[in-house]
């Protein structure tokens, strides 16, 4: 019910608890009962439908907000940022973190409705390119962007080639094609560069164009082609 936009799953599980959700006339109180293709779905009895398009939105993320599902420091997370700006015709879809950020982290965060999405953007066979500004401690010379580049050994292995490039003395833009915990700033650190400030300005083909805080659902073809993803 989340995915097709019915209620978030959290409010999905209690009306199905409380016996609020019927299958062609027979109250299901399991949460994971499998839905058979022509079976009437009621809720409070109303008739409502499972399917629906793919969603996919960017939300551009301030530093201190958690990408999970509480914070226990109480900064928030962003789903209660996200969902209190949603309107009401969105807001009752189960959106999904493509992806994760750090707490201090800035930047792109994708969410969408779809699971299919969330495995396409973070599987690591994909190599979606992912953009991020960096700012560093001193000042990286040309071997330690060579080094980036070319590919680092990190304690859980070599990683692959990067694209990187300075944009002012201690800022390095750098794109990388896989996502290992913290990999910006362990890449970084390991050049003798630690990151003080970290942005994601760019997934694949889409570029964050929203102020800090802020959504915006993506285009068709940006999810097409920008994410190079189609539903099958």
């Known amino acids: 019910m989340g995915k097709a936009g019915v209620m978030p799953r959290a409010k999905a599980e209690v009306a199905i608890q409380e016996g609020r959700v019927s299958l062609d006339g027979q109250v299901e109180r399991e949460p994971f009962a499998p839905v058979r293709p022509g079976v009437e779905v009621r809720v409070d009895g109303r008739v409502v439908q499972l399917s629906a398009p793919l969603h996919a939105l960017m939300f551009h993320k301030p530093a201190g907000l958690v990408v999970h599902g509480s914070d226990p420091e109480g900064v928030g997370t962003v789903f209660e940022h996200l969902y209190a700006k949603l309107p009401a015709s969105l807001g009752s879809f189960e959106w999904l973190a493509v992806g994760r950020l750090d707490r201090d982290t ?33 000042s990286p010379g040309e071997d330690a962007l060579r080094s980036l580049r070319e590919g680092l050994v990190l304690e859980d292995g070599p990683t692959r ?38 942005h994601r300005e ?31």
């Open 161 to 198: 080639p990067a694209s990187a490039r300075l944009r002012a003395p201690d800022i390095v833009e750098l794109t990388l094609t896989e996502g290992r915990h913290h990999q910006v700033k362990r890449m970084l650190a390991a050049v003798g560069h630690p990151v003080r400030t970290l």
């Open 202 to 232: 760019a997934v694949g083909g889409v570029t964050l164009d929203v102020p800090e805080g802020t959504w915006r659902l993506l285009e068709d073809d940006e999810v097409s082609q920008g994410l190079a993803f189609t539903p099958a």
């Open 106 to 138: 800035t930047g792109l965060l994708l969410f969408t409705n779809d699971e299919r999405l969330v495995r396409h953007g973070t599987s690591p066979e994909r190599h979606l390119a992912k953009r991020y500004v960096a700012g560093v401690e001193g």
